[in-house]
């Protein structure tokens, strides 16, 4: 957009800010998973290693940042 007609809209860009006092919701989501069950095995609905794997990754984006309080999984490749 730079030397555009449209530059004067970065006018209007406001900076990102979190309100205090009030909670944030963040949605992590994968990429490629169908591909990663099917190379692995998974069994469906419910594969224990499947499901061990994203409590594993829950976990460590919790410990990575102390302010989450809490994390949860879906997955339609266990349906």
């Known amino acids: 957009m730079a030397n555009s007609k449209y530059e004067y809209v ?3 860009e406001a900076q990102p ?3 205090k ?7 992590i989501d994968g990429r490629g ?11 469906k ?11 594993a990754a829950a976990t460590a984006v919790m410990k990575d940042l102390p302010d989450i309080g809490l ?6 490749e266990f349906r």
């Open 10 to 12: 970065k006018d209007f």
């Open 17 to 19: 800010t979190l309100l």
């Open 21 to 27: 006092s009030t909670y944030i919701v963040v949605r």
């Open 33 to 43: 998973f169908h591909k990663f069950s099917t190379k692995y095995d998974f069994a």
């Open 45 to 55: 609905p419910n594969d224990r290693r499947a499901l061990d794997l994203m409590n």
């Open 71 to 76: 994390a949860y999984g879906v997955s339609d």
